[in-house]
């Protein structure tokens, strides 16, 4: 019974995998053979970075406030208040940006996606995409791709700048740490390297975010269960997928853009 | 254009397709001559649809051989596909238009497939589409203002904007009121001794069957059981046509 359960898990796994795979190749091949429908991937930088502006901005304000608030009630026992803003940039940078960033966008724009594309398949549009000889990948997914891994980083940074204003509107304003130590010491502990880890994970998040939702669009079920499936479990595997790959992301950046001791 | 009633269109051969566990088709043969209009006929279910779809290659058969314009679809990659897609139009059942744009947008679609750039060129062939369909001047409602037989008109116009040289009617009078479905067999005649367009239309319309047909085809069991002139249909014996003919379920009160 449980080899059997555990058996029909790994099947279902590898297989998920593997079309996930194939949607990925699918989609590099249609960016050699396919002539790119600028017009559609203006439609996704708008719809996908534009209007997920104000989603990461409140995340990114509250994250770096909360987490300014906290480390100055730490720090402030050890007399070390202007490192505060040192340790909210590491932070945003290296972490909390990338990871909120992905995380509310694969809330908003993964789950329209998932359920855009769903509610195209069971009501035969993405037929007759195929019909009027137009591929599905090419129409609905390069696009979008394009549209995420453009906008992701950028909304990434604008995560992490928000969260460091803010940061500094908690520590300097709010808290009375002297401004200038807290802004030489954040330019001190933070350097290039973070800003091109916080980049690299946005666009990794991007491409996980775009293929599970893409897929699970494409994949979905018949009927109105099939299509309210899909963008759940967009989120879901999306959000999971982004968190776990997150950390290893961590270990094999911090090889290549190592934490400086200066 | 003449019309060349020797030169097979398309031709089906042993095709067989299984969808979960139910075998949909089992040995599905049927020839279409150029120029020709062939009406399926069949219960709901029984697979016409899931016919229609193999001929572009929206469906892949478990085994067969589907020639159109004498290239094997079977074989084709879904890229290959997009040319024979090009000359062959389907009007789908539920008309499956693109729900983000608004009726001129759906049947304008084709037509930038094919390369047209030209605007003007466009919109005048769009309004000649839905000229066609009786629909002149709804070019910027959106489909979900439409009601269902305007929609399957719209889908129609974008079937045959393109003018494709063959035309896949699924369902295309179902849910109509009768005076629109018979405009609609009558633009299906119309198209075909005009332009010579191929047809296949897959129905359970009687009425729009007999009126629009060269050669009917009755399916049964995943099978064609009967293949003839609508009159030879009509003279037919049979007891399980005539039962369809007629509309009776066989069942005793």
């Known amino acids: 019974m449980l080899i059997r359960y555990i058996g029909r898990n790994v099947i279902s796994f590898v297989s998920y995998f593997g079309e996930l795979m194939m949607l990925v190749f699918d989609s590099i091949l249609s960016l050699f053979v396919a002539p790119i429908r600028w017009r559609l991937f203006l439609e996704q930088v708008l719809e996908v970075g534009f209007r997920s502006q104000l989603v990461v901005i409140v995340t990114g304000a509250f994250t770096g406030a909360v987490f300014a608030a906290q480390t100055y009630f730490q720090f402030h026992r050890l007399e070390m208040d202007s490192a505060v803003g040192a340790v909210v940039a590491v ?82 304003v709010m808290m009375d740490i002297p401004g200038a130590y807290y802004v030489d010491y954040m330019m001190k502990f933070t350097g290039t390297r973070d800003v091109k880890m916080a980049l690299s994970k946005g666009f990794v998040f991007a491409l996980l975010i775009v293929f599970i939702s893409c897929h699970q669009g494409l994949n979905a079920r018949e009927g109105a269960v099939g299509v309210g499936r899909a963008p759940t479990e967009a989120v879901v595997i999306g959000s999971l997928a982004i968190l776990i790959s997150n950390f290893f992301l961590s270990l094999l950046l911090n090889v290549i853009f190592p934490l400086s001791t200066s | 254009m003449m019309v060349m009633k020797d030169e097979k269109f398309i031709h089906v051969h042993d095709l067989h397709k299984r969808l979960g566990r139910q075998e949909v088709l089992r040995g599905f043969d049927l020839e279409v001559a150029s120029g020709e209009t062939v009406v399926i006929l069949g219960r709901s279910g029984g697979g016409k649809s899931v016919f229609l779809k193999h001929i572009i290659g929206l469906m892949k058969p478990n085994s067969g051989e589907v020639f159109v314009d004498g290239q094997d679809v079977v074989k084709l990659s879904e890229r290959q596909l997009a040319e024979v897609r090009k000359k062959v139009g389907i009007l789908f059942q539920s008309a499956a238009l693109f729900d983000s744009m608004s009726v001129e947008q759906n049947i304008a679609f084709p037509l930038h497939e094919l390369g047209l750039k030209d605007r003007k060129e466009i919109d005048r062939k769009v309004a000649e589409a839905l000229e066609m369909v009786d629909l002149a001047g709804e070019q910027k409602k959106m489909p979900e203002n439409l009601s269902g037989g305007m929609r399957k008109r719209v889908g129609l116009a974008r079937a045959i904007v393109g003018a494709p040289r063959c035309i896949l009617y699924d369902e295309p009078t179902t849910g109509l009121d009768p005076i629109v479905a018979d405009s609609i067999n009558r633009l299906i005649r119309r198209l075909q001794k005009r332009l010579g367009v191929t047809s296949i239309v897959v129905t359970h319309d009687m009425k729009s069957a007999f009126h629009v047909a060269d050669r009917i085809a009755y399916l049964h069991e995943g099978r064609i059981y009967f293949k003839g002139t609508p009159d030879e249909l009509k003279a037919a014996d049979d007891p399980l046509i005539q039962d369809f003919i007629n509309g009776h379920s066989g069942e005793i009160d």
Request: hydrophobic fraction near 55%; glycine fraction near 12%.
């Open chain 1, 91 to 172: 932070s945003m940078f290296r972490e909390l940006g990338p990871v909120l960033m992905g995380l509310m966008v694969s809330g908003r724009v993964g789950a329209a996606m998932a359920a855009e594309i769903g509610t195209m398949k069971v009501t035969e549009q993405i037929d007759a995409l195929r019909a009027l000889g137009v591929y599905p990948v090419d129409y609905l997914v390069v696009p979008r791709l394009l549209a995420m891994v453009l906008s992701a980083p950028l909304l990434v940074a604008e995560c992490c700048g928000i969260g460091i204003l803010a940061g500094y509107f908690v520590g300097v």
